[in-house]
């Protein structure tokens, strides 16, 4: 709104801003779509975790929720049937969350205030390991999902400028730093997708509280989460990845190619923390030809009886079961060592209590985990792996992605357990050694106390004796 300046402050502000408009400009062309290429998000898969001790929840939640006793309504008793056993394995169709009764869905769950951008939400229960259910969440987007994202994919973002100082020039040079444009769309973008994400949970945390909501704070995603895009019309072979488009979304050339797993029509994409302070979900892309309808393939894709999903996500939840128990463990840790550096021995016997049983829980929780999994894999290590056919797109890697969700797997395992077992002897010996010594101290104030019990309890006599002694000596 002001007039052109050629010198002083003012004109050096101007050109700073000219220079952020072009930029915001090149940024903008970069991440518009191909002409012929069509873009969708129309799912969002979450999962919560219910351990042995959290059966009870979940059952509660689905009885309150679905209570018709149809055919597949009396399925949902296999839940409460199969919960002690010492095995894993199968799978339950809970029901269908709506907005509007919807009478070709059976079972079904009114929920008025699902978010605008929900058509509905199918709820599948899987039992992946002999003590613990996965709840999973199919949310099935409807457009809005995906015009919102469209728009702010689309928007124009300046540079995000910080000053340093008030005067951002001068003889120590400049005295402020900006964050490109491409990376503030990107952010705008994940935030918007994130935004949907907790929308969810906000909905689901009504009904299925388990063990991921119970961490973290309310205004972050909890629930791991695969975000799935349908592609149709996209170019040639020979540019398939090198999307300037598919930036903002984390579906750049690096990512794609470094954590892409392909079969197919289909890539998988590992979460990656990348440069942004946003937690990223898992992607799934979905190809289409130009002539194809996508939706035609949302329930088909995504159905109980497909076992990729299934497979999927009960890795996904291991997974980010094992990353729960390694932040628990990093703090305790921390914890532990600071309270073995120093202090008093016969100081904070509460402080070391609790500690005790935070370290015994985590630790219960790792063990029962590694010795389900070392039993799975006798009993279904010689199987086929639904994700098998999934191959890296990285030439260098040669894990398929069953290979790679159980390597991650292993390894988390094996790097959390050598650190709870060092940590548990450590926090042991310590205790020993401070009984030890509260033992002794006990010891002298036993002593101590129970010879001025003598004392006390002879003074009359020693008290007689003295003064005849006084007599004695005094006649």
């Not at 959290?54 to 309150?64: E, G, M, P, Y």
């Not at 088909?300 to 628990?328: C, F, N, W, Y």
């Not at 401070?434 to 101590?448: K, P, Q, S």
Request: contains cysteine; positive net charge; glycine residues 6%.
């Amino acid at each position: 709104m002001l007039p052109e300046f050629r010198r002083g402050p003012i004109s050096h502000l101007q050109r700073i801003r000219k220079y952020q408009r072009e930029k915001a400009i090149r940024s903008l062309e970069l991440s518009r779509l191909p002409k012929g290429l069509n873009f969708r998000y129309p799912l969002c898969i979450q999962m919560e975790l219910f351990p042995i001790e959290s059966f009870d929840t979940l059952n509660s939640a689905i009885a309150r929720l679905f209570r018709d006793r149809s055919s597949l309504g009396g399925r949902r008793e296999l839940i409460r049937s199969t919960s002690p056993s010492l095995f894993a394995g199968g799978c339950v169709h809970a029901g269908v969350l709506v907005r509007d009764s919807k009478p070709h869905f059976v079972p079904t769950a009114t929920v008025k205030n699902l978010p605008p951008e929900v058509e509905y939400i199918v709820v599948d229960v899987y039992k992946a390991l002999p003590s613990a259910f996965v709840a999973c969440f199919c949310t099935f987007l409807n457009d809005r999902a995906t015009v919102n994202l469209h728009e702010v994919m689309n928007r124009t973002y300046l540079p995000a400028a910080r000053f340093d100082r008030w005067v951002p020039f001068g003889p120590l040079g400049p005295g402020f730093s900006e964050t490109p444009a491409d990376l503030v769309r990107e952010e705008s973008v994940l935030e918007e997708l994130l935004r949907v994400r907790i929308s969810l949970e906000d909905v689901i945390g009504r009904y299925f509280q388990g063990y991921f909501l119970g961490q973290g704070e309310r205004q972050t995603a909890r629930l791991p989460a695969i975000e799935r895009f349908d592609l149709v019309g996209v170019p040639s072979e020979g540019e398939e990845f090198r999307w300037s488009w598919g930036a903002p979304l984390r579906l750049d050339h690096g990512t794609i190619t470094f954590d892409g797993y392909r079969e197919n029509k289909q890539i998988f994409i590992f979460s990656s923390e990348g440069h942004c302070r946003l937690p990223v979900a898992h992607r799934l892309i979905v190809f289409h030809d130009a002539t194809e309808d996508p939706r035609a393939q949302d329930e088909l894709l995504h159905s109980p009886a497909d076992g990729l999903v299934g497979t999927i996500i009960q890795d996904i939840a291991t997974l980010e079961l094992l990353k729960q128990i390694m932040r628990a463990v990093e703090a305790l840790r921390v914890r532990i060592y600071r309270r073995l550096a120093g202090g008093s021995l016969l100081m904070g016997f509460h402080e070391d209590i609790r500690l005790h049983r935070h370290l015994q829980k985590e630790s219960l929780l790792l063990n029962r985990l590694a010795l389900e999994l070392a039993q799975g894999e006798k009993l279904y290590g010689s199987g086929p792996c639904p994700l098998a056919s999934f191959q890296p797109i990285h030439k260098k890697r040669k894990r398929d992605l069953g290979k790679e969700f159980s390597e991650g797997i292993h390894f988390q395992l094996e790097t959390i357990s050598q650190h709870v077992e060092f940590v548990t002897k450590s926090f042991s010996d310590y205790v020993a050694t401070r009984n030890m010594g509260l033992m002794y101290r006990l010891t002298v104030v036993a002593t101590l106390a129970t010879i001025l019990a003598l004392i006390i309890a002879t003074w009359s006599w020693i008290t007689a004796a003295f003064h005849r002694l006084m007599n004695f000596f005094g006649s």
